[in-house]
């Protein structure tokens, strides 16, 4: 397996409270995404890194922020939780564009 | 904009029956094909890829897919499941030439796979 972790595994919080994320890989990967996934959607791309502090948004940014201050660091931010952000979120890594992106173990984040 | 439509929702098989996933896409550009597995609790793993040459591809546990241009089609088959392929199947696609590699999934498909 890649070396993906994320941390913390799983999370419970309440609504309106700021929430990090964090995303950590030991493969030198120039590229660092996050989804999110949900019952019926499948994942679907929430911000992505294609170097340190270059990103750009998925289709679902709303209400999320990342940043990349290292390779090996890409953070997501959850400025003010919401219930409808309660998910289980993904980090993927990938050698460069369009290449195999790999995931990590996740993060189950519910918002009270 | 692109999107991947996985046919069945929820597949339930006996151990030994034969295996087919659909899979379609939209986009007509180039495009690169996986299809990933989550077992239960777990994180998405790679079943297999194409990104060029011959269309039908062969992945881990004894999966294969074929890549059919003509029909935006990337189906997974198996000859005989096992009780442990139950899981969770995921088709993705990325258009090679799409800033930053963005993969598009299909809303994934359910295994179950009775001993």
């Known amino acids: 397996d890649a070396g993906i972790t994320q941390s913390p595994r799983h999370k419970v919080t309440e609504t309106g409270t700021p929430v990090t994320l964090r995303c950590h890989q030991t493969?030198?990967?120039?590229?660092m995404y996050w989804y999110r996934q949900d019952p019926g959607h499948g994942l679907r791309l929430i911000h992505y890194?294609?170097?340190?502090?270059?990103?750009d948004k998925g289709e679902v940014s709303d209400g999320y922020s990342v940043s990349r201050s290292k390779t090996e660091d890409f953070l997501l931010t959850l400025e003010s939780a919401t219930s409808s952000q309660t998910s289980v979120y993904f980090c993927?890594?990938?050698?460069?564009?369009?290449?195999?992106?790999?995931f990590g173990p996740g993060t189950r984040l519910t918002v009270l | 904009a692109q999107s991947v439509s996985q046919h069945n929702h929820h597949v339930i098989l006996s151990e030994a029956a034969s295996l087919e996933l659909g899979c379609n896409y939209s986009?007509?550009?180039?495009?690169?094909l996986f299809w990933y597995v989550q077992y239960p609790g777990q994180h998405l793993q790679l079943l297999l890829k194409?990104?060029?040459?011959?269309?039908l591809v062969k992945g881990i546990k004894g999966f294969e897919a074929e890549f059919i241009k003509s029909k935006f089609s990337f189906n997974l088959r198996k000859p005989s499941v096992q009780w442990s392929d139950t899981a969770e199947y995921f088709c993705?696609?990325?258009?090679?030439?799409?800033?930053?590699?963005?993969?598009?999934f299909g809303q994934g498909t359910e295994l179950s796979v009775k001993p």
């Open positions: 993927a890594i990938s050698h460069s564009g369009g290449d195999t992106q790999y």
């Open positions: 493969e030198n990967h120039r590229y």
């Open positions: 890194s294609y170097g340190v502090k270059d990103t």
């Open positions: 986009y007509g550009g180039t495009v690169n």
């Open positions: 194409y990104f060029s040459g011959d269309p």
């Open positions: 993705a696609v990325t258009a090679i030439y799409n800033q930053g590699g963005k993969l598009i």
